[in-house]
């Protein structure tokens, strides 16, 4: 363009811009091209999906490299696709726009197809969630119709989501195709993950709209918002005695389609929804479906429990309806005769008319008595009146009338949520339940009504007929004179007949009810009851005319009567005395089987007896028609009484008899005595049950004493039975019951019978007692002599030696033991351990050297064990020790020779009985004891040189003396004897290299290092602290190491007093936070807190004096120097230094706080025991040491080199433990915290002893310490100086 302008105004222009605008149009061309490159590369870059981008990767790589030469980057001139990068005046720029247009357009296209696909794909989806799997009809529908609309909906729709399916399984295809990348590239396998999630997302869209859609057609708050009618109608009935839903509101189980709940329907509906996962296959797998997926998606999930929940609401509702109808459930369930019957117990009542007395009382007989004819007279001649009582019939009518009205009240139709109730079919089935209620109610009473007007009617008829009889003789007056007897005893009855009849007929037609009375005679009922009382009187009238016509006749056969009946009387009273006489009433056992002989006799009783009452009841007949004062005869009915008993106990006896008799023979080993027993006991129940009356006869009183006496030799006969009972025992009870007898094969149970055990209770029980006892004490010695023939020892390797020594075996001493206290049970034991006594004595005997020589042999093995390896094995020991040596060596020789000897005979009888055994291991024990006390005096002499030995094993101590010329041998037992000291830093001295280096020229080897100086001691932790000056290790071990006790505070009491120097110049040119790091984590934090005290009582001071901000401005110097050290820990340090930091942090904080609490509490002096409860330091410059305060406690610092350890994190329960562990020190006691386990007891205690530069030592009690142990613990810590923490 500037060419163009320089040519018109007539300006020379360059040739070389001559040349480029010459060739404008070319470059023209090829900007448009390129411009359009670069968008479609763009638009490429900008569109493609992260998913999408692999698949092209090849050929956008290819792309990039191409234009990578337009662009001239180093990626177009290195690497194997180098090329030259083009400028304007390149040669191949057309090639190049192109190659470049070609491969860009062709990656356009393809991602054109991939996102009209995935657009087609995302279509598709929308179409299938743009209507639901749901409908319903805009009424109320039977199940039935509501299912086969539901199946016509889906079927519709599955279709279309299948064909929907298929065409994204092709559209997937056609990408692939067009791609033309292998189906197994995981690159693909993503893309297809890709569009599957997109195909899961639009078949959860689906699910989610229809399950929607069936929330808000089942919500009762949506249903009363839209108005909506209900959807499924079902009914409510009566059948298998419960009101039913037909089909159930709740969940059936059932596998049958038509008995299934609308809880189940729903389901259905809903399993329907999630059945599109299965319409057509997965595209990832191309095989199952997406069921899982459905089902585990949060949105599907809570629709479902919406939609639970819903149901359960309305399966609720529907319970609580169907109370509504459940609360007439008595007239199903109840047992309609069980119940009426019941009703008439109460409701019946019976009248005593005439006679003695009368009254009411209530019925108890129920209808049957109701229904009684009223011709039956108690025993004084008065007629029982049966009648019914209206009142409770009429309560009883109009209760179920009101409920006939209250369920013709109830609605036949109920709209509950989405369902309506038919209740018609349960209305229509109460109605039938309470008809029949009312009926058993009011046909009672028609059918009462109907029997008692027949029952008059046939009573009149009969009298008039048997009255027309002429009395010409005394057949003919007898028969008259009966029916003048009865009318004279239904004169009364017939009184309170009519009246409730009346009453009856009345309350039916009161409550409308019809009746169907049938005919009397030829007469309507209710006709009939109107004329019946009149037909009576005439009836009566009849009657007492006649009798007036038949009296001279009745009179002349009375005097005959009165006289048969007293000669009556005088054969009845010798017949009862004739029986009392002469009747069975005695009987005993030994007289032998007499029964027939008795049943033959109460025969002939019985039918004198049945004789004369018959004579007696036709007598008393004859006395009422003549109205003559009746006769009792209950002389008849005590005999009749009597001679049942008699005969009811010889059927007992009959029975006894019997049984006894067949038990006789069993033999010995066939009698079963439990079996025996419980049949003697059913006796003894069933004799025991017989009346009273007979327990004074002389029959039932031997009956009684002869099962008596079997029930008492049944158990005897049982203990006998016992497998204890010997030859010996059967001896002595001959001898007891003085009655010899031979137990043979044949011995019965009558040869024991025959001994008559009974009387000799106490005796048989005393031998069956003896032979049990020694029966039991037979069995404990056979136990004790198989178990201890069968014992042996055991035997071990001794270390690595060819000595096998003995394996203490806990469960042979427990046996021992337990063998041993059963014996000496068996001691006490009496008379019943005679038998054995010798043989219990022997074993007493056995068992007690046993137990001695073992115990003896133990304890000669444990000193043996503990000393073998000190006095063989350490050349110092030997040395030292001399004569005890050669005391160990004739005693090593002697045990080793006896456990190879109890090796050869293992058994433990064998090996503790043998002659002078005991003997010798007394002396070997003896011995030993003189080795171990000789060592032990050795060991006390070292421990009281070097008293922290007393915290080290005897072995470790020995292994430690043995090598005191070596110290890299002794380094590992350091930490046993100091609380921080892991190893020292040890060197060559130069003596020791000059002697060397001569000894190296004068025979050419190079000696072994001896390394007599150390110059750092090394922390368990690592940290060093070098000495001040190089340390020498010379001499006994025990005098250098309690030199280097003395070189160890030494040197951190010096580095202590340089540090205390150097801190202050905190606040100059060594900050807090550097300085910490050029001390040893123990010596930084003790002159820390050195510091701290100083400068906290000095502001305590100032504030005394007036200066009231002084204590808040330190409480911020002590916050800037704690923030300092926290930023200090954040950085990079290495271990130690981090470890330091944070326990300078850890006690920084506690002490920020103290300050803090100092201002809260407005402490005003140091003398405030705010201030004096916590722990003080203070420097002696002149001493050279620390003084420690709190409270009354005052102490100095002993300077224990603790190491790097941390310290715990100070809490006001941690505060109020060290200033009660300090106040027991000051009081001379020891301190105890108690607390649950894992609290930190013992941590407290051990920071306290760190705290004051104290060794602590740790001790885990157990029952294995003795007072030895603790006076060595106690001389230790007395002559050291340290603290003794005792756990458990």
Not at 26 to 39: A, S
Not at 482 to 511: A, G
Request: charged letters at 25%.
């Amino acid at each position: 363009r500037e060419v163009k302008y320089f040519l018109l105004l007539g300006l020379q222009v360059p040739e070389s811009a001559l040349e480029i605008f010459g060739r404008s149009e070319v470059f023209r061309r090829h900007m448009g091209n390129l411009d359009l490159i670069v968008n479609m590369y763009n638009n490429i870059q900008t569109s493609l999906l992260p998913v999408e981008r692999p698949l092209l990767r090849n050929q956008l790589d290819k792309i990039d490299r191409l234009l990578a030469q337009g662009i001239g980057t180093a990626a177009a001139t290195s690497g194997k696709n180098k090329g030259k990068a083009l400028n304007w005046k390149s040669n191949g720029i057309d090639l190049f726009i192109n190659e470049a247009m070609a491969e860009v357009r062709e990656v356009d296209e393809t991602l054109t197809v991939m996102k009209a696909n995935l657009k087609r794909v995302e279509e598709l989806l929308d179409t299938w969630s743009a209507s639901s799997l749901f409908s319903r009809y805009n009424k109320a529908s039977t199940v039935k119709d509501f299912e086969q609309l539901q199946k016509q909906v889906r079927s519709q729709r599955y279709h279309v989501i299948k064909e929907g399916g298929s065409e994204i399984h092709k559209l997937l295809k056609d990408t692939n195709k067009k791609l033309k990348v292998s189906q197994g590239l995981p690159d693909w396998k993503a893309y297809v993950d890709f569009i599957n999630n997109i195909v899961v997302g639009g078949l959860v869209q689906v699910i989610i709209v229809s399950l929607e859609i069936l929330e808000q057609q089942i919500d009762p708050a949506n249903i009363v918002r839209q108005n909506l009618a209900p959807m499924i109608e079902i009914e409510l009935d009566l059948f298998g005695g419960n009101v039913h839903y037909l089909p159930e509101v709740g969940f059936v189980s059932t596998s049958d389609v038509d008995k299934q709940g609308i809880r189940n329907i729903v389901q259905g509906w809903i399993d329907s929804f999630v059945a599109v996962s299965a319409v057509f296959k997965r595209l990832d797998s191309g095989e199952g479906n997406y069921l899982k997926e459905m089902q585990d998606d949060p949105f599907v999930q809570m629709l479902l429990a919406s939609i639970n929940s819903l149901l359960g609401d309305m399966e609720k509702k529907g319970n609580d309806y169907r109370k509504n109808y459940e609360q007439y459930s008595y007239l199903w369930s109840t047992d309609l005769n069980e119940m009426f019957q019941a009703f008439l117990a109460d409701a019946v009542v019976r009248e005593t008319v005439g006679g003695a007395g009368e009254g009411a009382e209530a019925g108890e007989d129920g209808e049957e008595k109701a229904e009684g004819k009223g011709d039956d007279a108690d025993e004084e001649g008065a007629e029982v009146n049966t009648s019914l009582d209206l009142v409770k019939f009429d309560k009883k009518i109009r209760e179920y009338l009101e409920v006939q009205s209250e369920i013709a009240d109830l609605k036949p139709v109920h709209d509950m949520d989405f369902l309506r109730i038919n209740a018609q079919p349960i209305k229509q089935a109460l109605g039938t339940w309470v008809t029949k209620w009312m009926y058993l109610y009011t046909q009672h009473l028609q059918t009462h009504i109907s029997g008692k007007l027949q029952d008059v009617a046939a009573f009149i008829k009969q009298v008039n007929s048997g009255l027309d009889i002429k009395p010409d003789n005394q057949s003919s007056l007898m028969t008259v004179m009966t029916h003048i007897r009865d009318v004279r005893k239904r004169m009364s009855y017939m009184e309170h007949t009519f009246q409730p009849l009346r009453d009856m007929v009345m309350l039916l037609k009161t409550h409308g009810i019809s009746m169907d009375l049938g005919m009397v005679g030829e007469m309507q009922a209710l006709d009939f009851l109107e004329a019946a009382p009149l037909e009576w009187d005439n009836t009566v009238n009849k009657t007492f005319r006649v009798k007036e016509e038949i009296q001279p006749l009745q009179n002349a056969m009375v005097e005959t009567i009165k006289n048969d009946i007293t000669q009556f009387s005088g054969q009845m009273e010798a017949f009862v005395k004739e029986f009392h006489a002469n009747g069975p009433f005695k009987w005993s056992p030994d007289e032998g089987d007499n029964v027939h002989a008795v049943y033959a006799k109460l025969d002939e009783s019985q039918q004198k007896l049945v004789k004369m009452e018959t004579e007696a009841q036709a007598f008393t007949e004859l006395e009422e028609l003549f109205e003559l004062t009746s006769s009792r005869h209950t002389r008849l009915k005590d005999m009749r009484l009597e001679l049942g008993l008699l005969k009811m106990v010889w059927d007992t006896i009959c029975l006894v008899q019997f049984l006894f008799s067949s038990w006789k023979s069993t033999l010995w080993a066939d009698i079963d005595t439990e079996v025996l027993l419980d049949e003697t006991k059913m006796l003894q129940t069933q004799i025991k049950k017989l009346p009273r009356r007979v327990r004074d006869w002389d029959v039932y009183q031997n009956l009684e004493a002869e099962v008596r006496n079997m029930a008492t030799v049944l158990p005897l006969v049982h203990e006998l039975h016992s497998p204890a009972m010997r030859d010996r025992h059967w001896k002595a009870l001959i001898t007891v019951t003085r009655k010899s007898f031979e137990k043979g094969p044949s011995f019965a149970l009558e040869d024991l019978l025959a001994l008559e055990l009974h009387l000799y209770v106490e005796g048989v029980m005393e031998i069956v007692e003896t032979a049990n006892k020694e029966l039991k004490v037979e069995s404990k010695l056979k136990v004790i002599e198989d178990c201890w023939s069968a014992m042996s020892l055991e035997f071990d390797r001794h270390r690595d030696t060819e000595v096998f020594v003995l394996v203490a075996s806990d469960e042979l001493l427990e046996t021992l033991e337990d063998h041993q206290m059963q014996l000496q049970s068996m001691v006490g034991m009496g008379r019943f351990v005679d038998f054995f006594r010798s043989r219990v004595n022997t074993w007493q005997h056995t068992l007690g050297n046993v137990e001695t020589v073992l115990k003896l042999l133990l304890g000669v093995q444990k000193s043996w064990s503990s000393l073998e390896a000190i006095f063989l094995a350490s050349a110092d020991i030997r040395a030292q020790l001399p004569d005890d040596t050669k005391r160990f060596e004739g005693v090593d020789t002697e045990f080793k020779e006896l456990m190879l000897d109890a090796q050869a005979r293992p058994g433990v009888i064998a090996c503790c009985n043998t002659d002078g055994r005991e003997q010798m291991l007394s002396a070997q024990n003896k011995e030993l004891e003189k080795c171990q006390k000789a060592l032990n005096e050795y060991l006390d002499m070292k421990k009281n040189v070097f008293p922290r030995f007393y915290f080290v094993s005897n072995m470790a101590l020995l292994d430690i003396l043995s090598n005191g010329n070596n110290p890299p041998k002794i380094m590992p037992h350091l930490e046993s004897v100091y609380d921080g000291i892991g190893n020292l830093k040890l060197e060559e001295s130069s003596k020791a290299k000059k002697d060397d280096e001569s000894l190296e020229g004068a025979e050419g080897k190079v000696a072994a290092p001896e390394f007599n100086n150390a110059s750092a001691m090394i922390a368990k932790d690592g940290e060093v602290v070098r000495f001040l000056t190089q340390f020498e290790i010379i001499g006994a071990v025990e005098h250098w190491l309690t030199q280097l006790t003395i070189w160890m505070q030494d040197t951190l009491r010096a580095i202590t007093d340089t540090a205390i120097t150097d801190a202050a110049n905190w606040d100059v040119d060594r900050p807090r936070e550097v300085w910490t790091l050029d001390y040893p984590a123990q010596l930084s934090l003790l002159a820390s807190q050195i510091v701290w005290t100083e400068e906290t009582e000095a502001v305590l001071e100032e504030f005394e004096n007036g200066a009231e901000d002084a204590i808040k401005k330190y409480h911020e110097i002590c916050t800037s120097r704690l923030e300092a050290l926290i930023k200090l820990v954040i950085g990079e340090l290495s271990k130690n230094d981090r470890n330091k930091v944070i326990t300078c942090i850890t006690i920084d904080v506690h002490n920020r706080d103290i300050v803090g609490m100092l201002v809260e509490k407005k402490v005003e002096s140091t003398q405030d025991f705010a201030w004096q409860s916590q722990i003080k330091f203070y420097w002696d410059a002149e001493k050279k040491q620390v003084d420690i305060k709190i409270c009354d406690f005052a102490s100095v610092y002993s300077f224990e080199y603790v190491g790097n350890c941390g310290r715990l994190v100070i809490t006001p329960l941690t505060d109020r433990c060290y200033v009660t562990l300090t106040t027991a020190l000051r009081l001379f006691l020891g301190g105890a915290p108690a607390g649950p386990a894992g609290t930190g007891k013992t941590e407290t205690t051990k920071d306290l002893a760190r705290g004051l530069g104290v060794p602590c030592y740790v001790f885990n009690c157990s029952d294995q310490f003795n007072y030895q142990t603790m006076a060595d613990i106690f001389k230790g810590l007395a002559q050291v100086g340290a603290w003794g923490c005792f756990d458990e």
